[in-house]
């Protein structure tokens, strides 16, 4: 059955799957956070302590980091459509069954489950974005993309409380977030057995059977995208785990306000993901929206920091959020642009840079909590604000790789023009 082909050669449908994407990760994302505003409630309910409650979060982390090896692999075998759909059964499930947990052990074994398919999606999203798109549209869709796990967040906070005031019972909301996961794979599942177009993956690949993990390893511009990711994730991730008790106990501001200006940095990394993304489209590089988008996080975090209460905190928490967001929905976007690029080199690499660095983010806690020990709450948050300055270190040894370089090393390259063309 022939393609519906665009003027840029492929699939009109690719739309659609970016559409199933975008919606499993709002799944996904109900799944990790939907829990958190919980937390008391099933600190309560299950008679755990606090370290216990926050494992149930940080587990994600954990499993997502170890199992992008594992999805790797996956798409290396069985194509990203496989994937995704495995990841999407896991998230389902591992939701689902907290309508059956009665003890913390239980849970846990839930917990695991979704991050486990968190990590199997997270570059098998990538591979897919890559496989359905062409080249001038990537960074678009992958901003767009980016944005809408940032929006997710927000999202999953906001509809949580008024779910659980309604049911009377965190598990049946945890049973509802992990449905809709299951709801989306069975979609999936139907379209990959049609003989629909969303069904045809393109075979754009020439390495077929040579592990895209080995291929990523090998590549220089992997690992500096690793530098540049790993320092500014771990002070994000660290943010957004610490800010609002931070607000607290440091600037006596109530857990209401706290928890409202902290849900206001991924609300404006959504901004920042569209925005800047658009914009690189455009102009056609990409290296504009690395390191000084780490810059942009070192200024907004000391501002988040040292501000009192008031217009200039909100201000810093958006451009601490604006920042990140910008600078992620650029990563995944340079990968696919690096010389040799096949769908299989794309999950392997995501595998190495947000994988790995996952892994290093899993230690935040345990570095925060010994450095607040002696130095105290407000210092340790100030030192651990600079460290996208090693990100930002990392990016500047970065190749330009966005389409006005190609058209410069190749004449006509990706085509001419300076315009977004989608």
């Not at 194509?79 to 849970?107: H, N």
């Not at 928890?259 to 404006?268: A, M």
């Not at 810059?295 to 975090?301: A, H, I, P, S």
């Not at 595998?351 to 345990?366: D, R, T």
Request: proline share 4%; net charge positive.
């Amino acid at each position: 059955m022939a393609l519906s082909m665009s003027k840029s050669g492929f699939s009109k449908y690719r739309w659609g799957v970016l559409i199933m994407l975008i919606l499993l990760q709002l799944a996904s994302t109900f799944n990790w956070f939907g829990p958190s505003p919980l937390l008391t409630t099933i600190r309560t309910e299950l008679n755990i302590g606090y370290s216990s409650a926050g494992a149930l979060m940080s587990i994600i982390s954990l499993m997502l980091a170890l199992f992008m090896f594992a999805g790797s692999f996956i798409i290396d075998w069985f194509g990203a459509t496989k994937a995704m759909i495995f990841s999407a059964v896991l998230i389902g499930l591992g939701g689902v069954g907290g309508l059956f947990v009665r003890d913390y052990l239980l849970l846990m074994v839930m917990r695991i489950a979704i991050g486990a398919g968190l990590g199997i999606g997270t570059p098998a999203a990538s591979v897919l974005i890559y496989q359905w798109f062409p080249p001038k549209e990537h960074q678009f869709v992958n901003s767009l993309y980016s944005a809408m796990g940032y929006l997710s967040m927000s999202i999953a906070f906001a509809i949580t409380i008024p779910l659980f005031v309604f049911f009377g019972n965190w598990r049946i909301v945890a049973s509802l977030y992990g449905a809709s996961a299951l709801v989306i794979a069975l979609v999936w599942i139907a379209l990959l057995h049609s003989k629909n177009e969303l069904s045809v993956i393109k075979k754009q690949s020439k390495v077929k059977k040579r592990v895209g993990l080995s291929l990523a390893l090998k590549k220089k511009e992997v690992w500096l995208l690793f530098v540049a990711h790993c320092g500014a994730v771990w002070t994000f991730q660290g943010f957004m785990t610490f800010l609002p008790s931070f607000f607290q106990e440091v600037k006596g501001l109530d857990i209401a306000t706290a928890s409202s200006i902290t849900g206001f940095v991924p609300l404006i990394g959504a901004f920042g993901s569209i925005s800047c993304g658009i914009a690189s489209s455009a102009i056609g590089l990409r290296k504009p929206f690395t390191w000084p988008m780490h810059l942009l996080m070192v200024l907004g975090g000391i501002g988040c920091i040292v501000l009192p209460f008031g217009p200039l905190l909100y201000l810093s928490v958006g451009i601490f959020g604006f920042g990140m967001a910008s600078w992620f929905s650029v990563m995944i976007t340079i990968p696919m642009e690096l010389e040799g690029a096949t769908a299989e080199f794309i999950g392997g690499a995501m595998a190495v840079i947000i994988g790995i660095s996952n892994l290093v983010v899993f230690g935040f806690p345990i570095a925060y909590s010994a450095m607040s020990a002696g130095l105290g709450e407000y210092n340790s948050m100030l030192i651990f604000t600079f460290i996208p300055l090693l990100s930002a270190l990392g990016a500047l040894f970065l190749p330009e790789t966005g389409w006005r370089k190609l058209d410069q090393k190749q004449g006509s390259g990706l085509g001419s023009g300076s315009s977004m063309k989608i």
